[in-house]
């Protein structure tokens, strides 16, 4: 419910124009991965397979496999085991 995926963005401009060229990069997001309410996905990130995100989380860069993300910027806060 709510997730952001943001898959554009621009570059820093000049002092006269501070939203430079745009920007753009895909998000992937692996097999089994749960994304919690309100959470934000930035350009160009990789959620690995079996991902949490926490709700609220904002995922600046990659994420790996079996783990839960939490945070302003997301930081990996607990391992989660693969079941077999």
Not at 6 to 11: A, D, G, I, L, N
Not at 31 to 44: F, H, K, Q
Not at 60 to 72: E, H, I, K, M, R
């Amino acid at each position: 419910m709510r997730v952001t995926f943001v898959t554009s963005s621009h570059r820093i401009g000049s002092r006269e124009r501070r939203a430079g060229a745009a920007t753009s990069a895909p998000i992937t997001v692996g097999d089994g991965v749960w994304i919690g309410a309100a959470a934000v996905v930035l350009p160009g990130v990789t959620i690995g397979e079996g991902v949490i995100v926490a709700a609220g989380a904002v995922v600046t860069s990659d994420c790996a496999p079996n783990g839960v993300y939490a945070g302003v910027p997301a930081r990996r806060v607990k391992e989660l085991h693969a079941v077999l």
